[in-house]
């Protein structure tokens, strides 16, 4: 079963750090463009990060987030430092099953795959 996991979420306070992971399974991923994504309460989802064989990353956490994948492990994750309390979300790993696209990946229309999410939580 193709399948992603998250991992790392948490309570921090404005300023901390957190590292999230995503775990793929069934298939090996280091082909495929990957994606972070968010929803916060009462907000639509927004793109945050992405991974092909280069970065992409939202504006608003340009300079504080990085994504990377370990291919090896089949894994993805998201450092997240500066953390401030409108990063809180649910946050969520998304992968497209294909190496090929067009479009953005800051769509998340490009991606077929999405884990369960990992909720984020800033405080103040």
């Known amino acids: 079963q193709v399948q992603l996991v998250e991992s790392g979420g948490g309570l921090v306070q404005a300023g901390g750090s957190l590292r999230l992971s995503c775990a793929a399974s069934g298939r090996a991923f280091s082909s495929y463009p990957m994606g972070w994504f968010r929803q916060a309460p009462g907000k639509e989802r927004e793109f945050v990060a992405a991974i092909t064989g280069n970065t992409y990353y939202a504006d608003s956490v340009k300079g504080r987030f990085t994504i990377s994948r370990d291919n090896a492990k089949n894994t993805v994750d998201l450092q997240m430092n500066s953390l401030k309390p409108e990063d809180t979300a649910v946050y969520y790993c998304?992968?497209?099953?294909?190496?090929?696209?067009?479009?953005?990946?800051?769509?998340?229309?490009?991606?077929?795959?999405w884990g369960q999410g990992t909720q984020v939580t800033v405080s103040s």
């Open positions: 998304a992968a497209r099953l294909s190496s090929y696209y067009s479009g953005s990946l800051f769509s998340g229309t490009q991606y077929d795959l």
